[in-house]
């Protein structure tokens, strides 16, 4: 009888987490490794209307209203290309403007004007453009950063963005 118990013991010990291991996985509870802080957009989306071809771009549409997630943006849009440091001339910030919003300012943020069609197809990305876009060299949007009102939530967000935009440049083989 202690053959078969151990037997039994050994197939237990050898069966047990594999069958764990594929439950953990079907059940969704193991969440895969990621680095990036930005959501990863799904679905590929060009910008091939933006300007500034051939650079890392930070992109924010901005609203008629500039309310208080407006200014956080605008605040992380002058500031990332320059705490990017001695790589700054590989990125710029675009800001998404009408032509009725011509007087906003920012010392190194371009501004882009954008007719309907693009402004559509800014409301067409996730957040509905209430985010700021990390755009490739390439024109392709491929990381967005939800806006908040929150001064802590966007100290940690703007360090995000950082990270990830220094992680992307330095594997980089473009821009």
Known sequence: MK????LSLVCVIFILPLFTAK???????YQKGVTNKGALLKAPVRGEWLEGDGLWRLVYSIPKVCDLECENALFQLNQIPIAV???????????LVSQSQANIKGENIQKQDVSF?????MLGLPFHGKAIYLVDPLNNFILAYPLSKEKNE???????LLSDLRKLMKLSKVG
Request: cysteine-free.
């Open 3 to 6: 053959g078969k118990q151990a």
């Open 23 to 29: 439950l953990v996985l079907d059940m969704g509870w």
């Open 85 to 95: 440091g001695r790589e700054r001339e590989r990125v710029t910030s675009l800001l």
């Open 117 to 121: 069609q693009e402004q559509k197809a």
């Open 154 to 160: 966007q100290i940690v967000q703007s360090k995000g």
